[in-house]
């Protein structure tokens, strides 16, 4: 019985990870994700800073791109380097972009399998929104008194999204080049809120939820220990004192406070520094 034919896979090379990090994350959050799940996506993943460093170059096989952007946890900072994530991505000719922060923890094999479940040539936004209804901006324009309102869904950028090339490509006249850094301006919203804006509201593309990625604007230890496996992307982060980190037993937390390594040898026990049973 011959039953129809399965399109074409996605494997790991045909994604475009890319990270967005900092010069004074490169020591913390850089370092721990170069021994965790780097390891499983070197020839794919990219670091985007703002910065040269010949040491972090050389642990990342030359995958550390000084996007020469200010350094500096501000808007036009931030638009900056997703504009050359964006730009390096669409050069590249994979056939998908995925963008994550450098507080997160990517599983490799989950994303793989999660792309192969959609169509690089169909025009795909997949993230997760941290607001439970759109966002509502007010757009000024120069020639007319009127403040117009629209609304727009976006996918929180310190959890992670994937765009298809298919999608790319349409946005490639309107923020391509750069021009992603002056949408940003025009809107004066931060990188992930500006994507949003470009493909939900200029080009009428839907974000199609993905539940599997988690930023910390969600509480990590409630992501139970037994779904690890099926979750895309983690986070940790510091929140008035307390570690919001998932509750994963491992390295004690003094070792490993963000349970970043805890969670990697949870998921891939093989890995030389995980404890042996
Ligand atoms: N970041 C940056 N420049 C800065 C501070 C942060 O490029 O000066 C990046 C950082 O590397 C991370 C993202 O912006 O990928 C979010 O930063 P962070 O997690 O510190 O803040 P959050 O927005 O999550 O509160
Ligand atoms: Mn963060």
Redesign the pocket.
Known sequence: VTGTPKPPTTELDDIFISV???KS?HDSRLAMIVKTWFQLAKDQTWFFTDTDDPYYQEKTNGHLINTKCS???FRK??CC?MSAELDVFLESGKKWFCHF???NYVNIPRLVKLLDEYSPTVDWYLGKPSISSPLEIHLDSKNTTLNKKITFWFATG?AGFCLSRALTLKMLPIAGGGKFISIGDKIRFPDDVTMGFIIEHLLKVPLTVVDNFHS?LEPMEFIRPDTYQDQVSFSYALMKNQWNVVKVDGFDTKTDPRRFYSLHCKLFPYFSYCPHR
């Open positions: 967005k990090t900092t994350y350094q500096g946890h900072a931030l380097k922060d450098d507080d310190g910390h």
